[in-house]
């Protein structure tokens, strides 16, 4: 069964605070994806990557930065975190370059910046 | 570039009632791939169903069916006898054949009465 698990379901971190949101996808995927969701703005792209040690900002890549080393990790990494940046966050994985691209979702982390 | 609007933001159906929640896209490619996804309220996006550019019959799966109209540019997902389950976050997202990623909608809250 296809698995995309992120490290923490919810999070509490102080303002300036460096966090890390992980995600493990077993699917073997080359592709992998961070969104933040946030009501009436649906879910926007922060960073994705194709390959290990590849990325490629998104919408919205600004306060954030990502890493990939294995492929199946990929890493979104908070600087600096501000309050602005309280959210629900998703990490997906799809396969190679193919339509219909269709994603596969981890369960969410609710980041809190307090 | 790509866009997907969802103008709902939020509905209400009586449980065993159909119910059609609208989506309509924009994109210059020939080929594409439409999808909907829902996210109940514990956070995770379940995969329901989807439609490529390409497909000549609608897309079906159980109770849900895509009403694709290509030349209106349209992808309304159907959801047919309605069930207290189906609570939740539908979101409509487009991959075009000359990006990897998705493009989502805002979403449409549905609530399902008893």
């Known amino acids: 069964d296809v698995k995309v698990t992120q490290s923490s379901r919810y999070l509490v971190k102080r303002t300036g605070e460096k966090v890390f949101l992980e995600c493990v996808q077993d699917?073997?995927?080359?592709?992998m994806f961070w969104y933040r969701q946030d009501p009436g703005l649906g879910l926007r792209l922060i960073y994705f990557?194709?390959?290990?040690?590849?990325?490629e900002k998104g919408d919205i890549p600004e306060g954030y930065s990502v890493s990939r080393e294995k492929k199946e990790r990929f890493s979104l990494i908070l600087e600096s975190a501000s309050t602005n940046q309280t959210s629900m966050y998703l990490c997906?994985?799809?396969?190679?370059?193919?339509?219909?691209?269709?994603?596969?979702f981890g369960p969410g982390t609710r980041l809190t910046v307090t | 570039a790509q866009k997907i609007t969802q103008t709902q933001p939020g509905m209400f159906v009586q449980e065993k009632e159909a119910v059609t929640l609208d989506c309509t896209y924009d994109?210059?490619?020939?080929?594409?791939?439409l999808f909907w996804y829902k996210q109940p309220s514990s956070g995770e996006m379940i995969f329901l169903i989807y439609?490529?550019?390409?497909?000549?019959q609608n897309a079906t799966e159980g109770r849900y069916s895509l009403n694709f109209q290509k030349a209106r540019k349209s992808a309304n997902l159907v959801i047919s006898a309605s069930q207290l389950g189906d609570s939740a976050m539908y979101f409509c997202?487009?991959?075009?054949?000359?990006?990897?990623?998705?493009?989502f909608g805002s979403g449409t809250q549905l609530t399902v009465l008893p």
């Open positions: 439609q490529g550019s390409y497909d000549e």
């Open positions: 994109t210059s490619d020939q080929s594409y791939g």
């Open positions: 997906a994985s799809s396969p190679p370059d193919r339509l219909p691209y269709e994603q596969y």
């Open positions: 997202a487009l991959a075009s054949g000359s990006a990897r990623q998705l493009t």
């Open positions: 990557s194709y390959d290990v040690k590849m990325k």
């Open positions: 699917m073997d995927h080359e592709n």
